[in-house]
């Protein structure tokens, strides 16, 4: 029985963890949006959803990247991004996001895993429990 309490605890802890998360990510979502049109900052709809989820240090670290001396690689437009994204040894649009969220969010499933193994033991099961 008491295996069984500590797997409800732990989907308990993951389902109020990814919860909060979700509420905290849309709430800055949000707020972004509300202070950005404040600012004046957005101009189109391209524009306001890159200035809330877009890495803006990416397109300078691709386009140093991807260039070289024979071919000047220019980021949004559609000969370079298509060649970036055929080309296994050029980064492509998609880097930006993987870095800002992608990347992140496997840290933190790691990080939980592991302070739950901290927390709750590794845990040793019988056979029984297994089959």
Same mark, same amino acid.
Request: proline content about 3%; aromatic content about 14%; some cysteine.
């Given at each position: ?6 797997? $409800? *605890? #732990?989907?308990? @802890?993951?389902? #109020? *963890?990814?919860?909060? !998360?979700?509420? #905290?990510?849309?709430?800055?979502? *949000?707020?972004?949006? $509300?202070? /950005? &049109?404040?600012?004046? =900052? ?16 990416? &397109?300078?670290?691709?386009? /140093? ?8 690689? !220019? ?10 994204? /055929?080309?296994? !040894?050029? =980064?492509? $649009?998609?880097?930006?996001? %993987? #870095?800002?969220?992608? =990347?992140? @969010? %496997?840290?933190? =499933?790691?990080? %939980?895993?592991?302070? @739950?193994? !901290?927390?709750?033991?590794? @845990? ?8």
């Amino acid at each position: 029985k008491q295996w069984y309490q500590r797997r $409800v *605890a #732990i989907t308990a @802890g993951v389902t #109020i *963890a990814f919860s909060l !998360a979700a509420a #905290i990510l849309v709430g800055s979502f *949000a707020a972004a949006y $509300v202070l /950005m &049109d404040k600012n004046k =900052v957005r101009k189109t709809k391209r524009n306001s959803f890159w200035t809330l989820i877009g890495w803006h240090g990416a &397109d300078n670290l691709r386009k /140093m990247i991807n260039s070289s001396p024979s071919y000047r690689w !220019a980021p949004n437009t559609f000969n370079s991004e298509f060649d970036s994204f /055929m080309s296994p !040894a050029k =980064v492509s $649009v998609i880097f930006g996001f %993987c #870095i800002k969220y992608v =990347v992140p @969010g %496997c840290l933190l =499933v790691l990080l %939980c895993a592991n302070i @739950g193994d !901290a927390f709750f033991g590794k @845990g040793v099961y019988s056979g029984e429990q297994l089959s």
